[in-house]
């Protein structure tokens, strides 16, 4: 027990909850800056399983935030290099590297036997995507994001509301790594968070960070938070498909340029989010419409548009990156 005797010694941790973390099992999704501190401090502490999903490889403009690789994992696939980097950390900790995307035709498969999601990608389909489902399968969800120098982290679903219940609409712009930059020191505050939070699920410690929200600012080195215990899921939940769950009568756009890739399905008419508004095309009675576009975004911001004026389905795609070739 000389591992974990300083964990321990920490006032409301025993050996049960010791237990409880070594019976965890979490799906990480993202290999990146955020899972670099998650994944050495959950193993690190005795988490029992570690499932990580991530289809990307190393790049050099990686390093300065992920700091698991070296310059020799360079084109190495991310999940199989992190999962390299922590061998020998701790025989108690299983890590299982899975070079592939989530989505949603994916994500029931992906969690099945977990008991935590950690949401360590930069997307927000995808933290939609993990949230939504996260809520319907009473999964806790922990989510962090971090762009330039700000950064949050927040206990969701479980329940307690899910992200949707916080962020119901989205912001004007999104803001991404690629660009608007990030400077790794902020990456790693975050996910310390990250890695604090789901520690506490799993151990089940006092006060939960279930329904809670941790934010920090880099720059003016301030850290803050607020709960949203109380806060209602929303009654429009546009949600994420897969482009293979499209069906005949649905009424497909493509919202994207032709030099972004191919038309997303043979029946897809290609038209920009503007044209959705009360005197834009709606579909037929009985149709579901499909937005399609690389990040969801677009998709998501065509479909409030169109949900002012018509009160069908809405399902949204994220396409990923293509190519016209693709």
């Given at each position: 027990?000389?591992?974990?005797?300083?964990?321990?010694?920490?006032?409301?941790?025993?050996?049960?909850?010791?237990?409880?973390?070594?019976?965890?099992?979490?799906?990480?999704?993202?290999?990146?800056?955020?899972?670099?501190?998650?994944?050495?401090?959950?193993?690190?502490?005795?988490?029992?399983?570690?499932?990580?999903?991530?289809?990307?490889?190393?790049?050099?403009?990686?390093?300065?935030?992920?700091?698991?690789?070296?310059?020799?994992?360079?084109?190495?696939?991310?999940?199989?290099?992190?999962?390299?980097?922590?061998?020998?950390?701790?025989?108690?900790?299983?890590?299982?590297?899975?070079?592939?995307?989530?989505?949603?035709?994916?994500?029931?498969?992906?969690?099945?036997?977990?008991?935590?999601?950690?949401?360590?990608?930069?997307?927000?389909?995808?933290?939609?995507?993990?949230?939504?489902?996260?809520?319907?399968?009473?999964?806790?969800?922990?989510?962090?994001?971090?762009?330039?120098?700000?950064?949050?982290?927040?206990?969701?679903?479980?329940?307690?509301?899910?992200?949707?219940?916080?962020?119901?609409?989205?912001?004007?712009?999104?803001?991404?790594?690629?660009?608007?930059?990030?400077?790794?020191?902020?990456?790693?505050?975050?996910?310390?968070?990250?890695?604090?939070?789901?520690?506490?699920?799993?151990?089940?410690?006092?006060?939960?960070?279930?329904?809670?929200?941790?934010?920090?600012?880099?720059?003016?080195?301030?850290?803050?938070?607020?709960?949203?215990?109380?806060?209602?899921?929303?009654?429009?939940?546009?949600?994420?498909?897969?482009?293979?769950?499209?069906?005949?009568?649905?009424?497909?756009?493509?919202?994207?340029?032709?030099?972004?890739?191919?038309?997303?399905?043979?029946?897809?008419?290609?038209?920009?989010?503007?044209?959705?508004?009360?005197?834009g095309p709606r579909p037929a009675a009985g149709q579901r419409a499909v937005f399609c576009c690389r990040s969801g975004q677009r998709a998501w911001t065509?479909?409030?548009?169109?949900?002012?004026?018509?009160?069908?389905?809405?399902?949204?795609?994220?396409?990923?990156?293509?190519?016209?070739?693709?």
């Amino acid at each position: 027990m000389s591992r974990y005797a300083r964990q321990l010694a920490v006032p409301g941790m025993d050996q049960a909850k010791q237990d409880r973390l070594r019976a965890g099992s979490v799906l990480i999704v993202g290999a990146g800056g955020l899972a670099a501190p998650v994944l050495q401090y959950l193993a690190a502490a005795g988490v029992g399983h570690l499932r990580l999903v991530d289809p990307d490889r190393v790049e050099l403009s990686n390093l300065h935030r992920q700091t698991l690789f070296r310059r020799s994992d360079l084109g190495q696939p991310k999940a199989v290099a992190a999962a390299r980097a922590l061998e020998g950390l701790n025989e108690d900790c299983r890590i299982e590297p899975l070079i592939m995307s989530l989505s949603p035709g994916s994500i029931a498969a992906l969690t099945r036997g977990v008991t935590l999601v950690l949401d360590c990608a930069d997307s927000f389909a995808v933290s939609y995507m993990l949230s939504d489902h996260c809520l319907e399968a009473g999964l806790p969800f922990i989510s962090a994001s971090v762009v330039g120098t700000d950064g949050s982290a927040g206990g969701f679903c479980g329940g307690a509301p899910s992200l949707r219940a916080v962020f119901p609409d989205l912001p004007q712009r999104l803001g991404s790594c690629a660009e608007d930059g990030v400077l790794g020191p902020v990456v790693g505050v975050i996910g310390g968070f990250q890695a604090q939070m789901a520690l506490a699920v799993l151990a089940g410690l006092t006060p939960s960070p279930l329904g809670r929200m941790l934010t920090y600012d880099g720059l003016a080195q301030r850290a803050g938070g607020f709960s949203f215990i109380g806060a209602a899921e929303p009654a429009w939940r546009p949600r994420f498909i897969d482009a293979s769950a499209i069906a005949p009568r649905d009424f497909v756009v493509d919202l994207r340029a032709p030099s972004e890739g191919p038309i997303a399905h043979p029946d897809a008419r290609r038209l920009t989010v503007d044209r959705f508004g009360p005197d834009g095309p709606r579909p037929a009675a009985g149709q579901r419409a499909v937005f399609c576009c690389r990040s969801g975004q677009r998709a998501w911001t065509a479909a409030e548009r169109l949900s002012a004026v018509w009160d069908g389905e809405i399902a949204l795609i994220a396409l990923g990156e293509q190519s016209p070739s693709d």
